[in-house]
């Protein structure tokens, strides 16, 4: 046995007992590389997901309805953080991880590449697309990198606050005058299948899958994860008098799930490589706020050395 296949039995009976991995421990090569590729995703997903949001922080109907939304998008900006500093610790600088965002050579969620067209788009955001990643990152407080677990524990108690102010945003919509009922149900037709494309691609097509459940990186597969979110939500668009656009949707006694249509994976596609609606001004929008945000970068750098210099002194 190489001294390789020793180290690498060793990780994975570690993983079994459900023992966290930490910054220093020994792992392979694969699983590190892995871990950097979701977590810079997931944090990118965080900070351009700010983005359709804070759209609307000047036009929220009350000033109760915008302190809610300037909340959100602040925690947002803060789960960004959290994820680039767990990025950090599998030994990646915060500026490359950055600068792949920044040339579009970095993936984040196709779901932030749609616009946000009304006020009851801000109600769909936080009811299906908060509720879509909370399912989703549920499982990620168990994921066995001890950082990412633990960043996942705040994360997911501020998402789940994030999904009950929207759904709470599209119960009012949907209980007022015919207009809004009218255009809450436009939103749900709009943002239902592009939530369901931010689970990921089949369990078929999804080439990262198999590695990262066997090293407990996810521990639910994107299609289970989907089917979960399907069954909760229908109900709570039933609650609300909504319904789910989806001609196929239909309870299953036998199976005790909703069986429902197909996702359109030519668009998802397409999404994901940069041709989505709204991919280019989402990119546009990030490299202006990093080019305006130069100032402060320089500025904390120079009172940092300026500390370090006395500190020497
Ligand atoms: N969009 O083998 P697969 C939020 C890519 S933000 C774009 O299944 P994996 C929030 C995938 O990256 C929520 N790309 O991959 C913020 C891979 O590409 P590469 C974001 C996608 O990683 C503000 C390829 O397709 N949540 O909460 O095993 C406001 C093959 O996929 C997408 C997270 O990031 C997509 N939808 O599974 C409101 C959670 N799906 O790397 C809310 C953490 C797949 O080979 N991430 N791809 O080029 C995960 O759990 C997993 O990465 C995924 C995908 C389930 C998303």
């Known amino acids: 046995m190489t001294d390789l296949t020793i180290l690498e039995e060793r990780f994975q009976a570690k993983i079994d007992a459900e023992l966290k991995i930490e910054p220093k421990d020994w792992m392979p090569e694969k ?79 196709s779901i932030f590449n749609y616009p946000t067209l009304t006020w009851a788009d801000i109600g769909a955001v936080g009811w299906l697309v908060d509720g879509a990643a909370i399912m989703n990152q549920v499982m990620l407080c168990r994921t066995s990198y001890g950082p990412y677990a633990r960043a996942m524990v705040r994360i997911c108690k501020e998402e789940s606050f994030h999904q009950r102010q929207g759904y709470e ?40 899958s198999a590695e990262s459940m066997k090293w407990k990186i996810k521990r639910q597969s994107n299609d289970e994860l989907r089917q979960i979110f399907i069954d909760r939500t229908v109900q709570q668009a039933e609650v609300i008098g909504l319904s789910v656009p989806d001609p196929a949707l239909k309870w299953n006694e036998a199976t005790q799930h909703y069986d429902w249509g197909t996702i359109d994976w030519s668009e998802f596609n397409n999404v994901v490589a940069g041709n989505g609606p709204c991919n280019k001004e989402r990119m546009v929008a990030r490299n202006k706020a990093h080019d305006e945000g130069a100032w402060v970068r320089e500025a904390a750098l120079a009172y940092a050395a300026k500390k370090l210099k006395r500190k020497a002194a």
């Open 31 to 109: 699983y590190r590389k892995n871990l950097i590729r979701q977590i810079s995703q997931h944090a990118h997903s965080e900070v351009v997901g700010m983005l359709p949001e804070g759209n609307w922080i000047t036009r929220a109907p009350s000033l109760r309805r915008k302190a809610i939304l300037l909340a959100k998008v602040q925690d947002e900006a803060g789960h960004g953080l959290y994820l680039y500093s767990a990025a950090e610790t599998l030994g990646t600088s915060r500026e490359q991880t950055i600068d792949d965002l920044l040339s579009g050579k970095a993936k984040y969620s």
């Open 169 to 208: 945003i599209m119960a009012v919509l949907a209980n007022g005058t015919p207009e809004q009922k009218e255009m809450a149900q436009d939103a749900l037709n709009r943002w239902w299948w592009p939530s369901l494309m931010m689970f990921g691609p089949t369990d078929a097509n999804s080439p990262h």
